[in-house]
């Protein structure tokens, strides 16, 4: 098992920026590739930015590209998601998400271990 706890999430004005960071622990670390995912009620859960198990490799949806940058420190088992540029549109629950793959992977049903989520919230 592999667990994975988010954090940085809040309230921030349209323009704005936020740090998420994804702790991972139980598994070896570098053997996954992770992603971020985003999720507003009674919609399905969207891509939003991968990174390969080296971290060499990055892979954003259309609608962050530019503003969002994913990077990991393999030392720490970290994840982040650098969001700048915030809309009112990015609000949603954003997850951190594992997967034994090589590669990227936009479909949630692929990975294997999530997040329990942090609420980001951008005020217009």
């Known amino acids: 098992q592999m667990q994975l706890v988010e954090s940085g999430g809040g309230l921030v004005q349209a323009g704005g920026s936020l740090r998420l960071s994804c702790a991972a622990s139980?598994?070896?670390?570098?053997?996954?590739?992770m992603a971020w995912f985003r999720q507003n009620p009674g919609k399905e859960r969207e891509f939003i930015a991968a990174?390969?198990?080296?971290?060499?490799?990055?892979y954003y949806a259309d609608s962050v590209k530019g503003r969002f940058i994913i990077s990991r420190d393999t030392s720490k088992n970290m994840v982040y998601l650098q969001m700048n540029s915030l809309k009112p549109e990015d609000t949603a629950v954003y997850y951190c998400?594992?997967?034994?793959?090589?590669?990227?992977?936009?479909?949630?049903?692929?990975?294997?271990?999530w997040g329990q989520g942090t609420q980001v919230t951008v005020s217009s």
């Open positions: 998400a594992a997967g034994s793959f090589y590669g990227f992977r936009v479909r949630a049903s692929t990975y294997d271990y």
């Open positions: 990174l390969s198990r080296s971290g060499d490799s990055t």
């Open positions: 139980g598994r070896t670390f570098s053997s996954y590739s």
